[in-house]
């Protein structure tokens, strides 16, 4: 343990500068979520815990942890960090598995996401999982690209995927093991694996997927609900048709923060997944706008530093936690639309749900660490292809 460096052993003047702009959305996202939050939900946290701030403390709390490990791992060398790669792999994978444990597991409507945690009442480790297996992948890729030709194969990085995928299907978390496991398909696409090796994932997530769908009745049901609106009514739909109510009535420039009252009444639990419907009707169309445009900004960020980065596998990392926050804001923003069936999957930034918050904010924290990485002679790469 003494020949480990914690900090990269290159001085600091022989990297670029972290992406500044990067930082600054970070920090924007960060910031405009927390007032969401607290607008939103201080009736709620009023009536049930007495107490208008209880979600905007519990999510600062959060936070909190969440900007120390960005603080990390923004100045991290990654090449350190892969070497704790198989500590992160073993924990994520362990903290899943306690969620089955009597006493420490925790069951809400027959899933076990979330364990007990002091002082943060549950920790949900998928987020945790979806964070290793990022990591897991680039550092497969990257070290793929290395071998010879006749070496090569997918067959370790797939069957990652699948242990990954399936300790977040048997917390019954149907919608973030599904998640997880198309964020994988994309690291595999633009790492160079052959179009040919996407056929057993279909073989086997199509029908696997439409199994889990039909063995629980619920899942079923946000389906009909979502292809038979008119016909099912209130019955499966009230949080979207809320949440319809609460982004019309934002209009053009909306009702300013705190003063409608659709969002109050209208949409349950509107903190949690549903959060983005109280942003557009205090905000309007314009505020929703302008949430877009900041995420298209942040999505340009983050995918030029893929491309300038002088590290391989922070480039392949770096695309799939970008992926990840972007794909994932706006599958929400589709979900409360009513574009997409309900699926459970958190806003980052936005939603309460401290796991979220603190791994959106370390893979934040990747990103910009990468961000300052020179490209030279000796680190350039390419898409390699898989065999």
Known sequence: MSSFNFFAEKPSSSYRKSDSVLIILTFLLWGIGLVTLYFCSMNYGLKFFGNPFYFVQ?????????????????????????????????????????????????ERNGARRWIKIPYFSTFQPSEAVKF??????????????????????????????????????AQQDFSTGLFVFVIGLMLFFITG??????????GLGIPSAALMILLKPYRVN??????????????????????????????????????????L??????????????????MGLLGVGLYIGILAVFTYRVYKICMTTGNRFASIATFGFGAAIVSQSLLNIAVVGGVLPS????????SSGGSSIIFTLAMC???????????????????????
């Open 222 to 263: 946000r389906l009909v609900g979502f292809f038979a609106q008119d016909s099912y009514g209130q019955s499966f739909n009230w949080q979207v048709n809320g949440a319809k109510r609460a982004i019309t009535d934002g209009g053009f420039w909306g009702q300013g923060i705190g003063s409608g009252l659709t969002k």
């Open 58 to 106: 519990r999510q600062l709390m959060s936070s909190f942890v969440g900007l120390v490990l960005m603080l990390i791992l923004a100045v991290m060398d990654v090449e350190k960090l892969r070497k704790l790669l198989p500590v992160i792999v073993f924990v994520s994978l362990i903290l899943c598995l306690m969620t089955f444990i009597p006493g420490i597991g925790v």
């Open 365 to 387: 924290g990747f990103m910009i660490n990468a961000s300052k990485i020179e490209q030279t002679d000796e680190t350039e790469f390419y898409a390699g292809e898989l065999v």
């Open 265 to 282: 009444n209208g949409v349950p639990e509107i903190q949690s997944d549903y959060v983005f419907a109280g942003w557009a009707e205090a």
């Open 193 to 202: 694996a052959k179009l040919s090796w996407f056929i057993p994932f279909a």
């Open 132 to 169: 290793a297996m990022v990591l897991f992948l680039a550092n497969l890729f990257d070290k793929q690209e290395k071998l010879p030709e006749e070496e090569k194969s997918v067959l370790p990085a797939f069957l990652g995927l699948i242990v990954f995928t399936v300790v977040i299907f």
């Open 343 to 350: 699926t459970g999957i958190p806003l980052p930034f936005f």
